[in-house]
């Protein structure tokens, strides 16, 4: 036996020194970002290596490929994003959206052996990870994609069973995947309820916990027009994070424009129609200034880590939210009341710092200084309130300032209020 392992030992070694790709293994926690595929006909190996790139600084592991089943560029893209993947060491995994298309067993068996041996596929126990959108009710379909493929490592995202539900299915997966990331209709702030539900009907088996910055969505093609309450949304949810300790986490999303959710700056060719008016001029990039401490922290399991660098982001929406009409848009999913009843005119802020500090916020000229009014390590929580002011806005800490797009108190051209917010980085 201890003459195996050294020769294995001294085969990895070769391989490495000859640049052979081994495949990506789990190494404790992981952090990805939810990708829609969906979104990338025509899509360039050049945008594959900017967002790879752009993922792999912020401290993102890899990417869950959000696939739908009849999309013609599948072949073509998800070949660009694993060669590229593979040549960034970045992990990929598929999450086969079962809500929006309908698989047939043989598609999704045939993707996965596709795959599973590129390099840069994510694997847990030597099994190809695999997720979904939805899809409860395929559950019977799995064990023919385990015998077809050499076995998967199974993580679904089935909310819409709940926690209770995802449990009375344990045998049949290796884990489960949360979406709930945002607070429910009429709630201003989110909990985590539903996480330690899921911890406790998984009975030990992996939990991948939802994370989000956003959520705004006005898609009447689509039958979509809610908001959900995130002004202070980024910083609580990583805050969760860090009394969770999930063994995995997947952020939603890298580059869903349509529901506001994004962490990259908008490629215009992504963007579904329709939702140019709430995405063109408002950049979420910065949400990923905090990224490298969050994800840090809950690798190391305390927020006690060292800084990657201090600064801050800030968010906020660039009117009042009872400027004008609300557009029809509800607060919250399936809820009932105005979305301006779910938001509240301010401007929020994740500063890092190695010691806490005020913040200088100007908003049209007129300055304030503000202390946090939360904690967690070296990250602070900011609101400063904008109500009945204009014009543009700077933040400043340490001597360094960030200016923003200019709030006003005129209805956008739309007609109703935008209610995504514009991210700003110091």
């Given at each position: 036996?201890?003459l195996?392992i050294a020769?294995a ?7 490495a020194?000859?640049g ?11 952090v990805f970002?939810h ?7 025509g ?24 696939v ?14 694993y ?5 960034n ?6 999450s ?7 698989w047939s ?9 596709q ?5 840069s596929?994510?694997?847990v126990?030597?099994?190809?990870f ?6 409860p009710?395929?559950v ?6 385990r015998?077809?493929?050499?076995d998967?490592f199974l993580?679904p995202?089935?909310s819409?069973?709940g926690p209770?539900?995802?449990?009375s ?16 209709a009429?709630e201003?702030t ?15 088996k992996p ?10 969505t006005d ?10 309450s995130s ?30 959710s ?8 992504q963007?579904v129609?329709?939702a140019?008016?709430y ?14 401490y969050f994800i840090a ?12 660098a201090e ?8 009117t009042p939210?009872s ?26 802020i994740?500063?890092l ?10 908003i ?11 904690s967690?390590?070296?990250a602070s929580?900011y609101?400063?309130?904008?109500s009945?002011?204009?014009g543009?806005v ?5 001597g360094k ?6 709030i006003s108190t005129?209805c ?7 209610f995504?917010?514009v991210?700003?980085?110091?």
């Amino acid at each position: 036996m201890h003459l195996n392992i050294a020769a294995a030992v001294v085969l990895l070694a070769r391989l490495a020194v000859a640049g052979v790709a081994m495949p990506r293994q789990s190494s404790g926690r992981q952090v990805f970002a939810h990708y829609m595929v969906g979104l990338t006909s025509g899509q360039s190996q050049d945008q594959w290596q900017k967002d790879i790139t752009e993922a792999k600084s912020a401290g993102i592991d890899g990417f869950a490929l959000n696939v739908g089943s009849a999309d013609s560029w599948n072949a073509q893209q998800l070949q660009l994003a694993y060669d590229t993947a593979s040549s960034n060491g970045f992990s990929l995994f598929f999450s086969f959206d079962m809500a929006a298309s309908s698989w047939s067993v043989n598609q999704v068996i045939s993707l996965v052996n596709q795959y599973k041996d590129a390099s840069s596929q994510f694997k847990v126990n030597g099994k190809p990870f695999v997720s979904t959108f939805e899809g409860p009710d395929w559950v019977d379909n799995w064990a023919s994609v385990r015998s077809a493929t050499g076995d998967i490592f199974l993580v679904p995202d089935w909310s819409s069973l709940g926690p209770q539900g995802v449990g009375s299915r344990l045998s049949q997966i290796d884990g489960a995947f949360n979406w709930g990331a945002w607070p429910n209709a009429n709630e201003y702030t989110i909990n985590t309820n539903n996480d330690i539900g899921y911890k406790s009907s998984l009975q030990g088996k992996p939990y991948m916990m939802g994370v989000s910055p956003y959520f705004y969505t006005d898609l009447p093609q689509y039958n979509k027009n809610w908001y959900s309450s995130s002004d202070s949304l980024w910083y609580d949810r990583w805050t969760q994070v860090l009394d969770i300790l999930p063994e995995y986490i997947e952020i939603i999303t890298w580059n869903d424009y349509g529901e506001s959710s994004y962490i990259n700056d908008p490629v215009a060719a992504q963007i579904v129609s329709g939702a140019e008016s709430y995405i063109d001029g408002f950049s979420h990039a910065p949400f990923r200034f905090v990224l490298p401490y969050f994800i840090a922290a809950y690798k190391a399991g305390s927020a006690d880590v060292q800084l990657p660098a201090e600064g801050a982001v800030a968010w906020y929406r660039t009117t009042p939210a009872s400027v004008c009409s609300d557009g029809g848009t509800v607060w919250g999913q399936g809820g009932g009341a105005s979305a301006a009843g779910g938001t509240k005119d301010v401007i929020s802020i994740i500063a890092l710092s190695n010691t806490p500090q005020d913040i200088t916020v100007s908003i049209g000229g007129a300055s304030q200084s503000v202390s946090a009014s939360n904690s967690v390590g070296k990250a602070s929580f900011y609101q400063v309130d904008f109500s009945g002011k204009s014009g543009a806005v700077t933040i400043t800490m340490n001597g360094k300032s960030a200016t923003g797009p200019d709030i006003s108190t005129g209805c956008p051209s739309t007609g109703h209020v935008n209610f995504n917010s514009v991210a700003i980085q110091l």
